[in-house]
């Protein structure tokens, strides 16, 4: 192997353990901020966001109540005794089961 080659693969790894060790000690390195740090946004940069975001939902709304969607699919009374009756025959059976089982 080169020896250059060796040694810039060593540094590279030492730059990255030097990061590990910066962040587990809580410090930051490179471009990050540490925490407690961060400078939030000023009251008029959220109000501009919170108007912006309002207008959206408005628009969506308003297309929303204009697209006629699908109604609702609903059971019939019949469809939903079969499918009760179906499960308390299938928790019968379970029970049974585990009757013979204790």
Not at 18 to 29: I, M, N, P, Y
Not at 35 to 53: L, P, V
Not at 66 to 95: D, E, G
């Amino acid at each position: 192997m080169d020896t250059r080659r060796i040694l810039q693969e060593v540094e590279a790894e030492i730059t990255k353990l030097e990061r590990v060790a910066d962040v587990l000690r809580g410090l930051t390195s490179g471009r990050g901020t540490p925490r407690g740090k961060r400078e939030g946004m000023s009251a008029a940069a959220r109000k501009k966001i919170s108007i912006a975001q309002k207008a959206r939902w408005a628009a969506s709304a308003v297309k929303g109540q204009a697209v006629s969607t699908k109604p609702k699919r609903t059971m019939s009374a019949s469809a939903r005794r079969k499918i009760a009756a179906a499960q308390r025959a299938r928790w019968a059976k379970t029970k049974a089961q585990q009757k013979k089982a204790a």
